[in-house]
């Protein structure tokens, strides 16, 4: 099947720094990937969808301006979390899709911790 | 919030007993997906089952959707230890967007 990567798999800052962080479709083009948070023991939150080439929408609640989107080309989408705090901290996962298709792809996470 | 739910939250078997998860969801969808995810790590996908499918099997697990309730279950048949991870379910609604279930964490002692 379709592979997605993310990179970094771990990070670890300081509160107030900016992070980012690439979700990358390795053998597929996709026009459509998707954000989402997981907190610990918790479900995946959908936080927004990022279409290449257009401005991403996001998820009722999550602060556009605090998790920037970019999905600049059809293999990457990126997503920085600007003037990170420790309740930032989470386990961040994209998704995407294929051009010519509509079945899901999950990347392997990253984990995101705030110090 | 469109977020389904899941029940049980948690869920405890023997090795070889069978695992039945419950999950329902709030808005009409076009598809419903479980997914696994072992502890702290990726999702793997397990099932996909249509708005006009009420069942489907994938090796021992069995999906069943009931569009007119709202809800799915997935059962695993003669659980092993390995298939200790939380499961999620997933809804579509046609837009390609996935709200996931609270999810059920299930543990099968050896």
């Known amino acids: 099947g379709a592979v997605v990567s993310q990179h970094p798999s771990r990070v670890i800052c300081k509160s107030g720094t900016s992070v980012k962080i690439e979700c990358r479709s390795l053998d597929f083009q996709a026009t459509t990937m998707f954000w989402y948070r997981q907190f610990p023991k918790q479900s995946l939150m959908l936080m927004a969808t990022?279409?290449?080439?257009?401005?991403?929408?996001?998820e009722q609640g999550v602060e556009k301006d605090k998790f920037l989107i970019n999905h600049a080309s059809l293999t990457l989408s990126t997503l920085t979390v600007t003037s990170a705090h420790p309740e930032d901290s989470s386990f961040y996962i994209c998704?995407?899709?294929?051009?010519?298709?509509?079945?899901?792809?999950f990347g392997p996470g990253t984990r995101l911790t705030v110090l | 919030s469109q977020q389904g739910e899941e029940d049980p939250q948690a869920l405890s078997i023997q090795e070889g007993e069978n695992a039945t998860m419950n999950c329902s969801y709030k808005?009409?969808?076009?598809?419903l997906q479980w997914y696994r995810q072992n502890s702290g790590r990726g999702l793997v996908h397990l099932i996909l089952i249509r708005s006009n499918e009420r069942e489907k099997h994938s090796g021992r697990l069995r999906v069943t959707l009931d569009t007119s309730k709202k809800s799915s279950s997935l059962l695993i048949t003669a659980s092993r230890a390995a298939d200790t991870a939380s499961y999620f379910c997933a809804t579509d609604a046609g837009g390609n967007q996935f709200y996931f279930g609270t999810g059920t964490s299930l543990t099968v002692i050896p």
């Open positions: 808005t009409s969808i076009n598809n």
């Open positions: 998704s995407a899709i294929q051009t010519f298709g509509n079945e899901q792809f």
């Open positions: 990022s279409n290449e080439g257009s401005k991403a929408t996001y």
